[in-house]
């Protein structure tokens, strides 16, 4: 399933990230609130529970609150705002952390699994995955892979900006995968990054990075 999240608040959000101009630190700070608007729409199809409470006036009032607390796996590095912004909207949840690298040489950007860490009990929880950018879906390909075998119950994508063609890759393998973006973009570049786009992500937020380990 893939759900494009849009309202005008989220719509102003994604065009400050796509503007030049916009600096790192409000850079950041946009990502964590698009992850916000992610989160409360996540919510939305999670399972939910009926709680009352005793209000000031004597009366009880009835509402359907979220039964659960996902598990949050932003990946490596642009995906660490957007998972700053979920957790805002789920602030009980534990987190993981993914390293992913593409290989820029590659003809198709394939993807390693560079770093993985996640809390002892996955098994059973609602696992959502953030990365701000899904270019060729390479990268939350191998994420999946690598993290299905921990089992949880279900697996969900939190994306910014997502290509056509990556939604259709991941989807084409692995079908039982929900996904939320807040913009789809048409086409990938001869880089395979996305356009319109943004540029990278992981250098607007945090600077350039060194192209070689230190190995």
């Known amino acids: ?20 101009q916009t600096d790192r630190k409000e850079f950041r700070a946009t990502l964590e609130k698009v992850g916000e608007h992610l989160g409360v ?23 359907q609150v979220v039964a659960e607390d996902p598990l949050l796996v932003p990946i490596l590095r642009a995906g660490i705002p957007l998972g700053y912004g979920l957790h805002k909207v789920f602030p009980y949840a534990d987190m993981g952390f993914i390293g992913a690298m593409r ?8 993807a390693t699994i560079s770093y993985t860490t996640t809390p002892e009990e ?25 993290i299905k075998k921990l089992n949880p119950a279900r697996i969900v994508l939190a994306g910014a900006i997502a290509a056509k063609q990556g939604l259709d890759n991941i989807l084409r393998y692995c079908p039982q995968v929900d996904i939320y973006v807040a913009a789809i ?9 996305i ?7 992981g250098d607007r937020c945090y600077g350039g990075k060194r192209e070689k380990s230190l190995a």
């Open 103 to 110: 290989n820029e040489e590659s003809p198709n950007s394939e």
């Open 185 to 193: 973009d048409p086409i990938l570049n001869e880089k395979n990054y």
């Open 1 to 20: 399933m893939i759900k494009h999240v849009t309202n005008p608040i989220l719509e102003h959000l994604i065009h400050q990230l796509r503007n030049p």
């Open 195 to 201: 356009v319109p786009g943004l540029g990278d992500a």
């Open 122 to 146: 996955v098994q059973g929880k609602v696992l959502i995955l953030a990365d701000t950018m899904i270019a060729t879906g390479g990268s939350i390909l191998e994420t999946i892979k690598a």
């Open 41 to 63: 729409d996540i919510a939305r199809d999670l399972v939910t529970i009926e709680k009352s409470v005793t209000t000031v006036m004597g009366e009880s009032a009835t509402h």
